[in-house]
């Protein structure tokens, strides 16, 4: 068990040496690109998993819904922050020029966003389809009003 733990701490300061010192996502533009991105791709698949359900793609799974909202309502929460580092604007990232003009409106929609994921998560713990249903729909809405303003295609 021991011998375990040593070699798993040795593993991981080895990842740590290998990758550099510079690698760090709050301090380098491009790092924050790749963060904020890799947060938005598993955003879209935990949405996606919940809409097949309600869609009928794959059969409804009540723990499977919480599970992805549980996910959710944490993801939702990461993007942020990797706009707002010293130098965001000027790194690369499929962003519009609007977004840096307009990046307190960007962060309101991101804590809106937020916010109704924890209210999604909130009605997949009460459990009834009707209402998680619904709370889907707000959280899902999201996704496009703020994509129309600050992404770039
Ligand atoms: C508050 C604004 C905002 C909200 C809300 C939002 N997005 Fe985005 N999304 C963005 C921006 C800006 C980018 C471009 C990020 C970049 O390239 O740096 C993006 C990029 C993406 C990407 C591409 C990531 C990549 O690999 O290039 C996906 C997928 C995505 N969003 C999915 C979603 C889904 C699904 C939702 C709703 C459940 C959502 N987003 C909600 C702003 C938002």
Redesign the pocket.
């Given at each position: 068990m021991k011998k375990a733990l040593i070699s798993i701490a040795l593993l991981c300061s080895g990842v740590l040496l290998s990758q550099g010192a510079q690698a760090n996502a709050f301090v380098n533009g491009e790092d924050a690109?790749s963060y904020?991105?890799?947060a938005?791709?598993t955003?879209?698949f935990n949405?996606v998993d919940i809409n097949d359900m309600f869609r009928g793609n794959v059969p409804y799974d009540l723990e499977r819904v919480q599970r992805r909202a549980e996910a959710l309502a944490t993801l939702t929460q990461l993007?942020w922050e990797a706009?707002n580092i010293p130098g965001a604007d000027h790194a690369s990232?499929?962003?519009k020029a609007a977004?840096w003009q307009n990046l307190e409106d960007?962060n309101q929609?991101?804590e809106k966003?937020a916010a109704d994921a924890a209210a999604l998560h909130e009605a997949a713990q009460g459990g009834d389809r009707r209402a998680i249903q619904g709370a889907f729909r707000e959280?899902?809405n999201?996704?496009k009003?703020?994509?129309d303003n600050?992404?770039?295609d």
């Open positions: 690109v904020r991105q890799a938005f791709q955003i879209r949405l993007p706009f990232g499929k962003v977004l960007f929609r991101g966003f959280f899902a999201n996704c009003a703020c994509h600050y992404r770039a």
